[in-house]
């Protein structure tokens, strides 16, 4: 299961509807501690994270990166290009992967085939 943390509902709409049309099981987290029960009652192997959630995303992401069952999901997070030092910070809060929005507008479909092989 690939989990996405989503700042509107064109992305979260977007990420969905992609992954259903895979049949790849993909569900939404909106803070904290829906993170924690989707850790607890599935088994994700993914987080996706739109950066443009700004603090709430990177918080979102420290609290993964500090829960033990947290530490073995991939992290991909994605960002508009201008935005270089949200990037850098989801880096160092322990994201996997950091792209653009355009880089993960165009290549979503790859992208969610690779973090769900990655199991």
Partial sequence: MILYFASDLVWATRIKATAEDLGLPCRPVRN??????????????????????????????????????GGRLRV????????????????????????????????LVDILVRLAASA
């Fill in 32 to 69: 904290p501690d829906m993170l924690a029960q989707r850790l607890a009652d599935s088994a994700p192997v993914a987080l996706i994270l739109d950066l443009e959630t700004e603090e709430a995303g990177l918080e979102l992401l420290r609290t993964l990166r500090a829960d033990p069952a």
């Fill in 76 to 107: 991909l997070a994605f960002a508009p290009h201008v935005k270089k030092d949200l990037m850098q910070q989801a880096r160092d809060a322990g994201a996997d992967e950091v792209i653009t929005r355009g880089a993960f507008d165009h290549n």
